[in-house]
């Protein structure tokens, strides 16, 4: 079985966009490139309105991955839960369309005997307690998610002592949007540590733009750049993609 | 997600008198009534016969299938009962799901919940049933495994003499890898005293915090520096400053093994306990502090003092003979 990376954009916001492409099509667009999309919307209290629970539902879902609305209150735990359900849920995948390559049909976990089903679970547990991820993660730091910033960087440090107690390697990258020039700005290049946090995040214009779908697109470039760079290296560290076999 | 949400919302109440059937087995199961729900699931107590069991039923199946590997390696284990043990695993063809729905089957453990039981029976209980909890950890470690999502929720208190026996196996991880399933509260990561890779300090942290949570009255909520304040809760209850040594090691990790941590708390129960004894005999050996005070304080002020001393005294006598 190969070693691969498994790559992730975590979006973490409050609201809907409201400028450029939709979100959901520029996350279907990291799908095709086996980057998953999991999408955490943050609330001060009360429901969130319907347009943007709608919203991070059919960006999670398009991106292949998962979504949650909760109080910040709850953002660490939800963080750390979303990304590693996310993990085991494009795993399994993976293994699924394995055991369809064995079995030659449609196989997958649910068709199997309960029993026969905790032998895969164990491949996908085990690929998941040592495969290697990138995470990128993508803040929306427009109006009133301000207020919240605090909150995240909280979170996600509580993400990394998570993650980094893993077997596998972890990578970390942070972006917010918008940003001062683009639409997204990379707060910390590739790290397996994310304590370098602790610069705050900066003041900036709230223009009442949120370019959540810009924001996926440059994100996924940068995921892109990372790998030719990396390829141009000679590092042979070949990302999971959807026609990827193990 | 919003659909596995309403899902979840179902399979949480389903009315008792449901009959589940497998596809596989086809053995039927009636619900009783709901046990619990968490993260991954809901347990409910059903019959299959005239045999209680307990029966977990969830929309994940990965999740479902991990906790019951664990059940099973957990079976092959000797003279020790880790968890409860897994009967059967089936999928039931309910009527509101177009999928099927997996289950598994478990011993009914018929108990009271830990928090529940050192409330009504008092907190003297609670070094009891860790110490009991810190024998079954041990056997847990040495086969390699950490519990991880340790919590008074999921203890359960048994039989006569109470026994307590470890619950939900959701959280088990092989030791060496990333702790599986947490709670904050319980979590040393949570409050910044260590990682969450699955090793026996993992889940003596997590002991420590189960005796200090079930002795503290209120809500424990973290604020700043984790540390001082988990230290702080400790000195102020006069029950758990007795066990301040063990517990305060216990936080920092300082235990390598759950074995050390039960010596430990067994011999600060025994001291206090001949302690408590040699006070009951001398009980005037309790005014120490006043004597200093009395040398300070005059007049009336003086007497004012020394009463409302030996009235304290007296009601902390009287209240630590009915806590006791």
């Given at each position: 079985?190969?070693?691969?990376?498994?790559?992730?954009?975590?979006?973490?916001?409050?609201?809907?966009?409201?400028?450029?492409?939709?979100?959901?099509?520029?996350?279907?667009?990291?799908?095709?490139?086996?980057?998953?999309?999991?999408?955490?919307?943050?609330?001060?209290?009360?429901?969130?309105?319907?347009?943007?629970?709608?919203?991070?539902?059919?960006?999670?879902?398009?991106?292949?991955?998962?979504s949650q609305v909760v109080y910040a209150k709850q953002l660490s735990q939800t963080v750390q839960m979303v990304t590693r359900q996310a993990m085991t849920q494009t795993l399994q995948g993976l293994v699924n369309?394995?055991?369809?390559?064995?079995?030659?049909?449609?196989?997958?976990?649910?068709?199997?005997?309960?029993?026969?089903?905790?032998?895969?679970?164990?491949?996908?547990?085990?690929?998941?307690?040592?495969?290697?991820?990138?995470?990128?993660?993508?803040?929306?730091?427009?109006?009133?998610?301000?207020?919240?910033?605090?909150?995240?960087?909280?979170?996600?440090?509580?993400?990394?002592?998570?993650?980094?107690?893993?077997?596998?390697?972890?990578?970390?990258?942070?972006?917010?949007?918008?940003?001062?020039?683009?639409?997204?700005?990379?707060?910390?290049?590739?790290?397996?540590?994310?304590?370098?946090?602790?610069?705050?995040?900066?003041?900036?214009?709230?223009?009442?733009?949120?370019?959540?779908?810009?924001?996926?697109?440059?994100?996924?470039?940068?995921?892109?750049?990372?790998?030719?760079?990396?390829?141009?290296?000679?590092?042979?560290?070949?990302?999971?993609?959807?026609?990827?076999?193990? | 997600?919003?659909?596995?949400?309403?899902?979840?919302?179902?399979?949480?109440?389903?009315?008792?008198?449901?009959?589940?059937?497998?596809?596989?087995?086809?053995?039927?199961?009636?619900?009783?009534?709901?046990?619990?729900?968490?993260?991954?699931?809901?347990?409910?107590?059903?019959?299959?016969?005239?045999?209680?069991?307990?029966?977990?039923?969830?929309?994940?199946?990965?999740?479902?299938?991990?906790?019951?590997?664990?059940?099973?390696?957990?079976?092959?284990?000797?003279?020790?009962?880790?968890?409860?043990?897994?009967?059967?695993?089936?999928?039931?063809?309910?009527?509101?799901?177009?999928?099927?729905?997996?289950?598994?089957?478990?011993?009914?453990?018929?108990?009271?919940?830990?928090?529940?039981?050192?409330?009504?029976?008092?907190?003297?209980?609670?070094?009891?049933?860790?110490?009991?909890?810190?024998?079954?950890?041990?056997?847990?470690?040495?086969?390699?495994?950490?519990?991880?999502?340790?919590?008074?929720?999921?203890?359960?208190?048994?039989?006569?003499?109470?026994?307590?026996?470890?619950?939900?196996?959701?959280?088990?991880?092989?030791?060496?890898?990333?702790?599986?399933?947490?709670?904050?509260?319980?979590?040393?990561?949570?409050?910044?005293?260590?990682?969450?890779?699955?090793?026996?300090?993992?889940?003596?942290?997590?002991?420590?915090?189960?005796?200090?949570?079930?002795?503290?009255?209120?809500?424990?909520?973290?604020?700043?520096?984790?540390?001082?304040?988990?230290?702080?809760?400790?000195?102020?209850?006069?029950?758990?400053?007795?066990?301040?040594?063990?517990?305060?090691?216990?936080?920092?990790?300082r235990y390598r093994k759950a074995a050390d941590m039960r010596r430990d708390l067994l011999a600060a129960s025994s001291r206090h306990t001949s302690a408590e004894n040699e006070r009951k005999a001398v009980p005037?050996?309790?005014?120490?502090?006043?004597?200093?005070?009395?040398?300070?304080?005059?007049?009336?002020?003086?007497?004012?003092?020394?009463?409302?001393?030996?009235?304290?005294?007296?009601?902390?006598?009287?209240?630590?003979?009915?806590?006791?």
């Amino acid at each position: 079985m190969r070693k691969g990376t498994l790559r992730q954009i975590l979006l973490i916001t409050d609201g809907c966009s409201n400028h450029g492409e939709d979100p959901a099509a520029m996350a279907a667009l990291a799908r095709e490139q086996g980057i998953t999309v999991n999408v955490i919307g943050i609330l001060d209290q009360g429901a969130m309105d319907e347009n943007g629970r709608r919203e991070i539902e059919a960006i999670a879902a398009a991106g292949g991955g998962m979504s949650q609305v909760v109080y910040a209150k709850q953002l660490s735990q939800t963080v750390q839960m979303v990304t590693r359900q996310a993990m085991t849920q494009t795993l399994q995948g993976l293994v699924n369309r394995e055991l369809k390559q064995i079995f030659g049909s449609d196989v997958s976990l649910e068709d199997l005997p309960p029993d026969k089903r905790g032998q895969v679970m164990e491949v996908v547990d085990e690929l998941g307690e040592t495969v290697a991820l990138d995470v990128l993660i993508l803040i929306d730091t427009s109006g009133s998610m301000k207020t919240k910033l605090p909150t995240v960087k909280e979170a996600l440090i509580d993400l990394s002592l998570s993650l980094n107690a893993r077997m596998g390697e972890n990578r970390f990258s942070v972006f917010i949007f918008p940003g001062k020039r683009a639409h997204a700005e990379k707060m910390i290049d590739w790290t397996p540590r994310i304590e370098e946090l602790s610069t705050i995040f900066p003041k900036l214009a709230s223009g009442g733009l949120t370019p959540t779908g810009p924001a996926l697109r440059e994100a996924i470039a940068y995921f892109e750049r990372k790998r030719s760079l990396r390829s141009w290296i000679g590092d042979g560290d070949e990302p999971y993609i959807e026609e990827s076999s193990l | 997600m919003a659909m596995s949400h309403t899902s979840k919302n179902r399979l949480c109440n389903l009315p008792p008198g449901t009959v589940i059937t497998g596809k596989w087995h086809g053995r039927s199961y009636r619900l009783l009534r709901r046990l619990g729900s968490g993260a991954n699931g809901v347990v409910y107590l059903a019959e299959n016969g005239r045999t209680r069991v307990a029966v977990k039923l969830s929309d994940d199946y990965a999740s479902l299938a991990s906790e019951m590997n664990i059940l099973r390696r957990f079976a092959k284990v000797q003279g020790a009962a880790l968890g409860p043990s897994l009967l059967e695993a089936d999928d039931w063809q309910s009527p509101f799901a177009r999928e099927t729905i997996p289950f598994y089957v478990m011993e009914y453990i018929e108990g009271e919940n830990f928090a529940a039981f050192i409330r009504r029976r008092g907190k003297e209980w609670a070094p009891v049933l860790v110490m009991q909890l810190l024998s079954v950890l041990d056997r847990l470690h040495q086969e390699g495994w950490v519990f991880g999502d340790l919590k008074p929720d999921n203890l359960i208190v048994t039989g006569s003499p109470p026994s307590v026996r470890l619950l939900d196996v959701g959280g088990t991880t092989l030791q060496g890898r990333a702790v599986k399933e947490f709670t904050e509260l319980y979590d040393r990561g949570y409050w910044g005293l260590g990682s969450r890779k699955a090793e026996p300090s993992y889940d003596l942290f997590a002991a420590a915090m189960v005796m200090i949570s079930s002795c503290c009255p209120g809500p424990i909520e973290k604020k700043g520096d984790g540390r001082a304040q988990l230290l702080s809760i400790i000195e102020t209850d006069r029950f758990l400053t007795r066990y301040k040594e063990v517990l305060q090691k216990a936080l920092d990790g300082r235990y390598r093994k759950a074995a050390d941590m039960r010596r430990d708390l067994l011999a600060a129960s025994s001291r206090h306990t001949s302690a408590e004894n040699e006070r009951k005999a001398v009980p005037s050996r309790r005014s120490g502090r006043q004597v200093k005070r009395r040398r300070q304080a005059r007049g009336i002020v003086e007497t004012v003092v020394i009463a409302a001393a030996l009235l304290g005294a007296y009601a902390f006598y009287i209240y630590w003979q009915l806590a006791m």
